[in-house]
């Protein structure tokens, strides 16, 4: 792709104008060079005599005005001075010095300075620079996901790490601005004996495993609780007879003891309704270890939150609260099953088995459907419903069912009942057109009741296929339900409950059986001590919900039965402890099976075979323990824990034993691709491929296969949070009666379509322009419907590209996550906005803002925003940047704090470019974007993307290097997944 | 200090092999492993709020909060007991946490030392650090134990109104201990079997963090000119923990300071007298800080909802009702026993700022070298905002007194970042804190 003389092309002049602030902090050192001797003669003929004449006088050596001295500077530009050249540069740019006393610099003294530093400036940064190898540590999140892939322990012991900083670029793996303290060093050590803890077993002490099921249905416990439960405030309690809970003992192809769940209990705080009651009390029953319960807000729009029926208990989807306290509630989502129990293991990995089913539901009609007139052919009237009737239906479809009680009645708003069958409907009552249902030939008993009103009939009616409704009911029943499994602790604020693996969708509407794991450290879980006295303590949760995406009806999820089984295990001793503790012929040798053990676990862990020397010292740690005690597991803990907190692990080194560029080794490469794409070590397949020396050969099919396996979503997320700033929408606090939509389930959803949105674009190779302009958005039914885009998905919580026919829609740029995030929250804010695609997306940073800028002084209050920023603008100090800025902003205004397009307002979002360009508003800014500016944007997502990829700030002749070779992109319009292949190929990311 | 002058730690503690060494001894060994004179913290919290009466029962004498903003201010009754310490203490009139606001407020109590966003938790969480967590993890490494967890009931309590005020790094509910003679043996009585243990589990770790110096020194030779610098933190880093290793096992052989135990009432307990309770704890925290056991105390007086045995301490001491039912009370009789508790506090805490002052450091009372900070998760009833606060102590941190400073709406984050910044700890932010707190407080 390159050619290896393009690394001493030299970018000149032409470049002045333009000229980006590249990477932060202090270059790196750099050879004596041989600089262009035109500026070093310049600078004697022309700067330094400027330098003596107008700055001397204060910043010399001996008087040195706010610290800064000019004296010492030459010509030959030393990289340290640098900095300074650009300090000087800005202070004469803004007239901020000569200070006003002085004499000022004339108009072409100022010219003459400023070109001569832009040059050196140039020359200075493209200056060639030792490559000297490098080392990065791990971030956060590639030493959890390491650890994980290396030991297969799921628990996650990280979250006593401090957060990675974010570096200028605002990436978290950046080498220079990823510290180690010994806060973090004792962390390491802390979290690594965890892990092994949690991998190694004693083979010989078979596991307890906890597992239980409740089985739900009305009547369904022949030997219900006799004591009424009390679960505090905000707790609706199904019915005792109405759930069963049993505890069982598994299956398993090893021995093992069952741990069966405490029944008897001694409290002293307790509780009446929403009282505290204090004194001691006995309790004997699992029904105060395991209960079963709904939780949230009371009512629900259409139907019942949930129904116990024979068959199981219904639920309807979990409508998310509006979480604003004294408003809605603050317990989470509506219609919200869980079992609330005392025990679950600490540790270790989980099932929950759920068997569940379609409902055989059907649509609960709204008050705009028509009843049936009596004379509607074939219609079938029954008098008295509320007795048990049985009535033959002629043949199978969808039939409507009204039912009219007596006019004189109050009857509204009171329950209704409808029992067909084995079927169950219930609703308020509101009109006599009750509900669509397809009902099957042959004779049923059917029976209706209102609430102990006297009901004069009801009406059986079939509906053509033509019928409105009865389309509305064929979409009905095509719909799933979508089954999600949460797990957390019970407390009286704040929903704590975490999605464990991710929804599924229950198409049969015959039971089946649906697993769901996790680790159970990894969810929220009440901390208090054993023999707590509090009746509520310590208790926590299973959650089961249907799950809600967008508000339309869809059939209703009966729920059998949730089984619990933990610690779960396939084997004892389990893979994790297997993979430790290897097959080998020399078991009975200790000293060559501990060896055995140590080499196979370092070359995982360094990712490259571990030296002899490394082995070697590695073993003596096992040598003294084992001598010591005689615990040959115990002592090959203590040698692994050294393994994982030394730097082998826990950075990522590139050796390099010259100046000069080198190419990668094999296994250095391996790791540098891997936790590029996967934010992970590699996997045996590249391991191997590095180990044969064919992986720089294999490149290309190797990162391909790296972009087609799920992991590569490992890349996604972080990528797209880092580069678009995505941590601005958790932060953000939006105003939550403005914008009522964005609840926290929505915001999660829009915070994961930009990952999704790349994803389709490298996986399609589709075009850059895709980011800043697309007829295609990537959506699932959540954020369709935030949205409002006109064809509603059936995709679920599965993103899916899809057609969205509205202008104001389409890449990045348009994505609510971005533009809610770059608000106040109630406001759209063109300054985050513009400076965020100034940075992003055209890779125009600006300068920070000075220090010390004062407010603005008026009354603003009268003004237009577009006004007070005109105002802002032409103050002195603020003028430079915020040209560079504001313009960018004024096209977003189109977009409210929530980052949808606002439809009921005008907004005035023309704008002047800084290139002189006019738009009239997000079309044309958009379209400027995707075709005058492609170059650019393709650039910025490179640059953005190399940056990431290399872990380090990029140097000028670096970016400079982007710039040139992506043209080669161009004729194909820079296609994604080739500009990721771009990047790997590139002498910035396989030389050291 | 150059290094060559520095004794090599490992040669002393072998030298020296469970002889006695001398404190002193250690501040030739660096100065991250001791420090010369202790910089302590102790938050005490009482739950419900305080005495605030309603206007029209005319009983405004009985207002916590002095009706006098500045240094001119007079102690209301309920805080008339703390007048002798007035200038080593401030009342903080206006703080609050913002999300307090927001979230149910019997929370108030766990989100006091933190707050945190309990109405919208951050997935997978509960809480977040709290202050005394944050100071301990900077502090223990100079003591004996990193923090004391007190509270009047034992363990947790039930989440959404805990019995601790404590939250661990990663947001956990602390356990607090409540027993006193409890707390005394495990401070001041450490049984020799588990000092033995603890002895090991340090040498054990010391020597896998020589191993992997060792495994880390090797692999920075092999480096040909790779950057350097970050293999240089690793090592200073390392080195450090293990520094700070061998400073925790050195206080096992390290003497407890002699000190007068013969005040204690060690069968106080939580169902006897509350006044003997409340003042056999604080002499146990007087104590604490005056051996330098600990440097961060959380002392949860009272708990919300009517949670808890101090629920009944207004009844034992004679007034009218429960504790919870108080803080609910709107008639002026009410208010008023409210009030008479809050007094009750006020007479507790004043005998514990005066052993405080009994202690002696070398350039000061104890208590002019401890922050202490006392206060409620609501005004009045269910009430998150000007949070009734009290500081006191820290003269020779930078802490002036002697003032009712008050400023509507100010963070009580503010006030923690510059807790922490006397404490030495600089760190940018706390929570959701916007900067630090009024200089006219904090020098």
């Known amino acids: 792709?390159?050619?290896?003389?393009?690394?001493?092309?030299?970018?000149?002049?032409?470049?002045?104008?333009?000229?980006?602030?590249?990477?932060?902090?202090?270059?790196?050192?750099?050879?004596?060079?041989?600089?262009?001797?035109?500026?070093?003669?310049?600078?004697?003929?022309?700067?330094?005599?400027?330098?003596?004449?107008?700055?001397?006088?204060?910043?010399?050596?001996?008087?040195?005005?706010?610290?800064?001295?000019?004296?010492?500077?030459?010509?030959?530009?030393?990289?340290?001075?640098?900095?300074?050249?650009?300090?000087?540069?800005?202070?004469?740019?803004?007239?901020?010095?000569?200070?006003?006393?002085?004499?000022?610099?004339?108009?072409?003294?100022?010219?003459?300075l400023?070109?001569?530093?832009?040059?050196?400036?140039?020359?200075?940064?493209?200056?060639?620079?030792?490559?000297?190898?490098?080392?990065?540590?791990?971030?956060?999140?590639?030493?959890?996901?390491?650890?994980?892939?290396?030991?297969?322990?799921?628990?996650?012991?990280?979250?006593?790490?401090?957060?990675?900083?974010?570096?200028?670029?605002?990436?978290?793996?950046?080498?220079?601005?990823?510290?180690?303290?010994?806060?973090?060093?004792?962390?390491?050590?802390?979290?690594?004996?965890?892990?092994?803890?949690?991998?190694?077993?004693?083979?010989?002490?078979?596991?307890?495993?906890?597992?239980?099921?409740?089985?739900?249905?009305?009547?369904?416990?022949?030997?219900?609780?006799?004591?009424?439960?009390?679960?505090?405030?905000?707790?609706?309690?199904?019915?005792?007879?109405?759930?069963?809970?049993?505890?069982?003992?598994?299956?398993?192809?090893?021995?093992?003891?069952?741990?069966?769940?405490?029944?008897?209990?001694?409290?002293?705080?307790?509780?009446?309704?929403?009282?505290?009651?204090?004194?001691?009390?006995?309790?004997?029953?699992?029904?105060?270890?395991?209960?079963?319960?709904?939780?949230?807000?009371?009512?629900?729009?259409?139907?019942?939150?949930?129904?116990?029926?024979?068959?199981?208990?219904?639920?309807?989807?979990?409508?998310?609260?509006?979480?604003?306290?004294?408003?809605?509630?603050?317990?989470?989502?509506?219609?919200?099953?869980?079992?609330?129990?005392?025990?679950?293991?600490?540790?270790g990995d989980f099932r929950v088995k759920v068997t569940a089913a379609k409902y055989n539901d059907g649509l609960l009609l709204e008050r705009r459907v028509a009843e049936k007139g009596n004379d509607a052919p074939g219609a079938i009237v029954i008098t008295k419903p509320e007795e048990t009737q049985a009535i033959t239906i002629p043949e199978a479809g969808i039939y409507q069912i009204d039912i009219h009680p007596t006019p004189e009645e109050n009857k509204n708003q009171k329950p209704c009942d409808l029992v067909i069958g084995d079927r169950f409907f219930s609703n308020k009552w509101e009109q006599p057109a009750f509900i669509v249902v397809r009902l099957a030939e042959g004779e049923i008993p059917i029976r209706a009741t209102l609430h102990g009103i006297p009901l004069e009939r009801m009406q059986i009616t079939r509906l053509s296929d033509s019928e409105e409704a009865a389309q509305e009911f064929v979409r009905f029943e095509k719909r799933d339900p979508i089954l999600g499994v949460y797990l957390g602790l019970r407390r009286d604020c704040g929903s704590t409950l975490a999605q464990v693996e991710k929804p599924v969708s229950v198409s049969s509407t015959e039971l089946q059986t649906f697993e769901f794991r996790g680790a159970i450290r990894n969810y929220p879980r009440p901390e208090v001590e054993k023999n707590n006295v509090n009746y509520l303590a310590g208790i926590k949760e299973i959650g089961v919900r249907s799950e809600y995406t967008d508000g339309r009806d869809r059939p209703q999820l009966l729920l059998r039965s949730v089984e619990f089984e933990g610690p779960y295990y396939e084997a004892w001793p389990p893979v994790t402890h297997q993979q430790i503790f290897i097959l080998s012929e020399h078991k009975d040798e200790p000293a060559t099976y501990a060896r055995e053990i140590i080499s196979n676990f370092a070359n995982r862990a360094y990712r490259r075979p571990a030296t002899e020397d490394e082995i070697e010292s590695t073993l003596q740690i096992w040598k003294a323990a084992y001598s010591e005690t005689g615990d040959f597991n115990g002592a090959i803990k203590q040698s692994l824990l050294v393994v994982l907190t030394s730097p082998q692990f826990l950075f990522l080194i590139e050796n390099s034993t010259t100046p000069a560029a080198e190419p990668l080794g094999e296994f250095e490469l391996a790791s540098k691709l891997s936790y590029f794409l996967w934010n992970s070590a590699p996997d045996a397949q590249t391991q191997h491929l590095a180990a044969t020396h064919q992986?720089?050969?294999?490149?290309?099919?190797?990162?391909?296969?790296?972009?087609?396996?799920?992991?590569?979503?490992?890349?996604?997320?972080?990528?797209?949070?880092?580069?678009?700033?995505?941590?601005?929408?958790?932060?953000?606090?939006?105003?939550?009666?403005?914008?009522?939509?964005?609840?926290?389930?929505?915001?999660?959803?829009?915070?994961?379509?930009?990952?999704?949105?790349?994803?389709?674009?490298?996986?399609?190779?589709?075009?850059?322009?895709?980011?800043v302009r697309s007829d295609l958005v990537v959506a699932n039914e959540v954020t369709a419907d935030y949205y409002g885009l006109d064809t509603p998905l059936e995709s679920g919580f599965d993103f899916e590209p899809v057609p969205h026919h509205q202008s104001h829609l389409g890449g990045v740029i348009s994505q609510a996550s971005v533009l809610a995030g770059l608000s106040n929250g109630k406001e759209s804010n063109p300054i985050k906005r513009g400076a965020w695609l100034a940075r992003k997306i055209v890779a125009e940073p600006p300068d920070d803002p000075p220090p010390n800028v004062p407010a603005l002084d008026e009354d603003l209050t009268q003004l237009t925003l577009r006004e007070r920023l005109e105002l802002h603008r032409?103050?002195?100090?603020?003028?430079?940047?915020?040209?560079?800025?504001?313009?960018?902003?004024?096209?977003?205004?189109?977009?409210?704090?929530?980052?949808?397009?606002?439809?009921?307002?005008?907004?005035?979002?023309?704008?002047?470019?800084?290139?002189?360009?006019?738009?009239?508003?997000?079309?044309?800014?958009?379209?400027?974007?995707?075709?005058?500016?492609?170059?650019?944007?393709?650039?910025?997502?490179?640059?953005?993307?190399?940056?990431?990829?290399?872990?380090?700030?990029?140097?000028?002749?670096?970016?400079?290097?982007?710039?040139?070779?992506?043209?080669?992109?161009?004729?194909?319009?820079?296609?994604?997944?080739?500009?990721?292949?771009?990047?790997?190929?590139?002498?910035?990311?396989?030389?050291? | 200090m150059p290094d060559s002058l520095k004794l090599n730690r490992r040669s002393v503690l072998k030298g020296l092999a469970g002889a006695t060494l001398a404190l002193p001894v250690l501040e030739a060994m660096g100065s991250e492993v001791s420090q010369q004179v202790p910089r302590r913290f102790c938050a005490l919290y009482t739950a419900n709020g305080m005495s605030l009466p309603k206007e029209e029962h005319g009983i405004d004498d009985w207002h916590w909060f002095p009706e006098e903003v500045g240094s001119e201010f007079q102690f209301n009754k309920s805080t008339e007991p703390l007048s002798p310490f007035r200038q080593q203490l401030s009342f903080?009139?206006?703080?609050?946490?913002?999300?307090?606001?927001?979230?149910?407020?019997?929370?108030?109590?766990?989100?006091?030392?933190?707050?945190?966003?309990?109405?919208?938790?951050?997935?997978?969480?509960?809480?977040?650090?709290?202050?005394?967590?944050?100071i301990a993890l900077h502090t223990k490494q100079y003591c004996r134990q990193p923090s004391l967890v007190l509270s009047i009931d034992a363990g947790t309590g039930f989440l959404s109104r805990t019995g601790t005020i404590s939250y661990s790094l990663d947001g956990k509910p602390v356990p607090a201990e409540n027993s006193p003679r409890r707390i005394f043996d495990r401070l001041f009585r450490g049984d020799t079997s588990s000092l033995e243990q603890e002895r090991e589990t340090l040498r054990k770790r010391i020597k896998l963090v020589d191993a992997v110096l060792e495994n880390a020194r090797r692999l920075n030779k092999e480096l040909g000119k790779s950057d350097r610098e970050k293999m240089d933190q690793y090592l200073t880093s390392l080195n450090e923990v293990e520094s700070r290793l061998i400073a925790s096992e050195k206080w096992i052989d390290i003497p407890i300071k002699q000190q007068d135990y013969s005040h204690l009432n060690l069968d106080a307990t939580s169902d006897g007298e509350p006044a003997d309770y409340y003042r056999t704890m604080f002499d146990l925290i007087a104590l604490a800080f005056d051996a330098d056991i600990t440097r961060s105390v959380a002392f949860m007086l009272n708990r919300?909802?009517?949670?808890?045995?101090?629920?009944?301490?207004?009844?034992?001491?004679?007034?009218?009702?429960?504790?919870?039912?108080?803080?609910?009370?709107?008639?002026?009789?009410?208010?008023?026993?409210?009030?008479?508790?809050?007094?009750?506090?006020?007479?507790?805490?004043?005998?514990?700022?005066?052993?405080?002052?009994?202690?002696?450091?070398?350039?000061?009372?104890?208590?002019?070298?401890?922050?202490?900070?006392?206060g409620s998760g609501a005004s009045t009833t269910h009430n998150p905002r000007n949070l009734p606060t009290l500081l006191a102590g820290g003269a020779n941190m930078g802490v002036k007194h002697g003032t009712h400073w008050r400023k509507d709406d100010t963070r009580l984050s503010n006030l923690y970042l510059s807790i922490l910044h006397a404490m030495g700890i600089e760190v940018d932010s706390f929570s959701d804190s916007t900067g630090t707190f009024d200089q006219s407080v904090f020098a």
């Open chain 2, 304 to 374: 919300e909802d009517g949670m808890g045995i101090s629920d009944t301490f207004p009844i034992k001491l004679g007034l009218s009702s429960t504790h919870h039912y108080l803080s609910h009370a709107g008639d002026k009789e009410g208010q008023l026993n409210f009030a008479k508790y809050d007094r009750f506090l006020s007479e507790q805490i004043a005998h514990f700022f005066h052993r405080l002052n009994e202690y002696q450091d070398v350039n000061g009372s104890v208590l002019d070298n401890s922050i202490v900070l006392f």
């Open chain 1, 695 to 771: 992986l720089r050969q294999q490149l290309d099919q190797e990162i391909d296969r790296m972009i087609a396996d799920s992991r590569f979503e490992d890349f996604l997320h972080p990528f797209a949070s880092q580069w678009l700033s995505l941590d601005k929408l958790d932060v953000v606090e939006t105003d939550r009666e403005m914008y009522p939509r964005l609840t926290r389930d929505v915001k999660a959803q829009l915070r994961a379509e930009p990952a999704a949105l790349l994803k389709h674009l490298f996986r399609e190779n589709l075009p850059v322009a895709n980011l």
């Open chain 1, 874 to 992: 032409n103050q002195k100090g603020c003028v430079q940047c915020h040209t560079g800025i504001d313009p960018w902003g004024f096209p977003f205004e189109e977009y409210d704090a929530g980052g949808l397009f606002k439809r009921k307002q005008e907004v005035d979002s023309k704008s002047d470019l800084p290139d002189g360009t006019h738009v009239a508003g997000m079309l044309e800014f958009k379209d400027y974007l995707a075709e005058e500016r492609q170059d650019q944007v393709a650039f910025s997502f490179l640059k953005h993307l190399m940056t990431y990829a290399v872990g380090r700030t990029l140097t000028y002749n670096e970016i400079e290097f982007i710039r040139q070779h992506a043209l080669e992109l161009k004729p194909q319009g820079y296609p994604m997944k080739k500009m990721l292949h771009f990047v790997v190929q590139s002498p910035i990311f396989l030389e050291k």
């Open chain 2, 92 to 134: 903080l009139g206006g703080l609050h946490h913002p999300n307090g606001t927001k979230a149910d407020p019997h929370t108030c109590s766990d989100m006091w030392l933190t707050g945190a966003p309990l109405h919208n938790p951050k997935p997978g969480t509960y809480n977040t650090v709290a202050l005394d967590q944050l």
């Open chain 1, 114 to 347: 400023i070109g001569w530093i832009d040059r050196a400036e140039i020359a200075v940064r493209s200056r060639e620079r030792d490559k000297n190898g490098s080392v990065r540590r791990l971030t956060v999140a590639q030493y959890r996901n390491s650890l994980r892939d290396l030991l297969g322990v799921e628990d996650d012991f990280t979250d006593i790490l401090p957060p990675d900083a974010v570096s200028k670029d605002g990436f978290l793996n950046n080498a220079e601005s990823m510290l180690l303290s010994p806060v973090l060093l004792e962390a390491y050590f802390e979290i690594a004996e965890k892990m092994l803890d949690a991998g190694i077993v004693d083979e010989a002490t078979p596991p307890a495993i906890q597992n239980f099921r409740m089985d739900l249905g009305q009547g369904i416990n022949p030997e219900p609780c006799p004591d009424d439960l009390i679960l505090g405030a905000n707790s609706h309690l199904l019915k005792n007879p109405d759930f069963m809970v049993t505890q069982l003992t598994p299956e398993k192809s090893f021995p093992f003891e069952p741990r069966f769940m405490t029944t008897q209990y001694r409290f002293i705080e307790g509780y009446q309704g929403n009282d505290t009651v204090r004194g001691w009390r006995e309790y004997d029953s699992i029904y105060h270890a395991v209960f079963a319960c709904m939780r949230g807000a009371e009512g629900y729009p259409k139907g019942n939150a949930y129904q116990s029926v024979p068959q199981g208990l219904l639920l309807r989807p979990a409508i998310p609260s509006t979480e604003i306290f004294q408003v809605g509630s603050t317990y989470g989502p509506k219609a919200n099953f869980k079992m609330s129990l005392r025990e679950l293991p600490e540790n």
């Open chain 1, 1 to 112: 792709m390159f050619t290896s003389n393009e690394k001493l092309i030299r970018f000149f002049v032409v470049m002045i104008l333009t000229l980006p602030a590249v990477s932060s902090g202090e270059e790196p050192t750099s050879k004596p060079a041989a600089i262009d001797a035109s500026l070093n003669q310049e600078f004697s003929e022309q700067i330094r005599p400027l330098l003596t004449k107008h700055c001397a006088d204060c910043h010399n050596e001996e008087l040195m005005t706010s610290g800064i001295r000019v004296d010492h500077l030459t010509g030959e530009l030393p990289d340290k001075q640098l900095r300074l050249w650009m300090g000087i540069r800005k202070q004469i740019e803004s007239d901020a010095m000569p200070p006003e006393e002085e004499a000022p610099l004339s108009p072409e003294e100022k010219e003459t």
